[in-house]
């Protein structure tokens, strides 16, 4: 054997070992994930890659349209669906009934927010703490 072999063949076993555990597993992934893109429909439950689950409304070439609640849809990339969602994940189930409102009245009142707090020209105006700055430099005397 010429000096040097025994380090060629290592090298090569290095690189041979490096694509079947990292490279190939990670293709196969990628491939499985455009595979499942490639077959979302409308109707579908998915999970985004933000953690929130929803409902495929409108699938583009790019970009799917989801609803998240009812009446609360957003448009991500196809790329943002982690995967499919499982039946027995979900905790929730939505109707389409208008959520119930305690009350429509505000909890203060502007009248009150001020007297608690001051104006808004008095905050524009009057500093309410000292804004020296106490790391400033000073000429030396």
């Given at each position: 054997m010429p000096p040097g072999f025994?380090?060629?063949?290592?090298?090569v076993a290095m690189i041979a070992l490096?694509?079947?555990?990292?490279?190939?597993?990670?293709?196969?992934?990628?491939?499985?994930?455009?595979?499942?893109?490639?077959q979302l429909v409308p109707g579908a439950r998915v999970l985004l890659t933000s953690?929130?689950?929803?409902?495929v409304v409108h699938v583009g070439e790019r970009q799917?349209?989801?609803?998240?609640?009812?009446?609360?849809?957003?448009?991500?990339?196809?790329?943002n669906v982690a995967r499919t969602a499982n039946p027995d994940e979900e905790e929730f189930e939505f109707d389409d009934a208008p959520a119930d409102v305690l009350s429509t009245?505000?909890?203060?009142?502007?009248?009150?927010?001020?007297?608690m707090y001051g104006s808004d020209e008095q905050a524009d105006t009057e500093p309410?703490?000292?804004v020296t700055d106490?790391?400033?430099?000073?000429?030396?005397k």
């Open positions: 025994d380090l060629i063949i290592m090298i490096f694509y079947f555990m990292i490279i190939r597993p990670q293709r196969k992934r990628m491939q499985q994930h455009q595979e499942m893109q490639q953690g929130m689950f929803g409902t799917l349209i989801v609803e998240l609640a009812p009446g609360a849809e957003v448009t991500v990339l196809k790329g009245e505000p909890v203060i009142t502007d009248e009150e927010f001020q007297a309410s703490h000292d106490p790391n400033r430099n000073e000429d030396p």
